[in-house]
């Protein structure tokens, strides 16, 4: 497999089981936040939303294997 193969794979993974927006709507739902409080200008709630979806996102996204963690945490050694 080439690299440019690889990356096609890997983006259409991912592409195909992102939920953002459904996980943000489903945020603002769920009460835990008082919308009416929060100013435009103010990126502290937004910033701590983005961090829970992405978190929750994350999650489905866990390897489930030993091997498959052991890559993972590997590759993360070199994109942070």
Same mark, same amino acid.
């Given at each position: 497999m080439?690299?440019?193969? +690889?990356?096609?794979?890997?983006?259409?993974? /991912?592409?195909?089981? +992102?939920?953002?927006?459904?996980? /943000? &709507?489903?945020?603002?739902? &769920?009460? &835990? /936040?008082?919308?009416? &409080? /929060?100013?435009?200008?103010q990126y502290l709630e937004v910033k701590a939303i983005a961090h829970a979806v992405l978190l929750s996102i994350a999650n489905d996204f866990r390897p489930l294997t030993k091997e498959g963690k052991k890559i993972s945490k590997n590759i993360q050694l070199f994109i942070k």
């Open positions: 080439t690299r440019d193969e +690889l990356q096609r794979l890997v983006e259409t993974y /991912i592409n195909n089981n +992102l939920y953002i927006s459904e996980t /943000i &709507s489903k945020a603002l739902k &769920s009460g &835990s /936040i008082d919308i009416e &409080s /929060i100013e435009p200008e």
